[in-house]
């Protein structure tokens, strides 16, 4: 850990509960001696430094399936790991990723962070 890079994002959500959440998120990983936490402004750009080997990890909310599908195929035929912020599979519906080099790099960002609910991609607003 201590020479992981992990990059984020703050999110659609900006209300004062959500960036505490946010806030405490990047203060666990901190305490737990990353080399650095990077917000670079684009989730694209993110998950593509994942893949190729230049960030070591990514996590985020609110992202949308659109957003996560292609670049999941990408990480994981690059040998990286993309699962769901609760530590399981992912589920391109929940719009929560975490994508990392490793799968032990990815299990620890998902037992270190705490979920931001956003809804779900396929909710029927009907």
């Known amino acids: 850990m201590s020479k992981a890079l992990i990059l984020t994002e703050i999110g659609a959500k900006r209300d004062p509960a959500t960036l505490k959440i946010f806030s405490g998120n990047m203060e666990r990983l901190l305490k737990a001696q990353v080399h650095g936490i990077r ?5 694209t750009l993110a ?16 992202l949308h399936c659109w957003d996560i599908a292609a670049a999941a195929v990408i990480i994981r035929e690059a040998g990286g790991n993309v699962i769901d912020t609760s530590g399981g599979p992912l589920d391109l519906m929940s719009r929560r990723i975490v994508a990392a080099g490793t799968v032990e790099m990815a299990h620890y960002i998902a037992r270190e962070i705490q979920t931001i609910t956003y809804e779900r991609d396929d ?4």
């Open 47 to 62: 998950l593509c430094q994942v893949a190729s080997g230049a960030a070591d990890a990514y996590y985020q909310f609110g």
């Open 39 to 43: 917000v670079i402004g684009s989730a």
């Open 123 to 126: 909710h029927n607003a009907n």
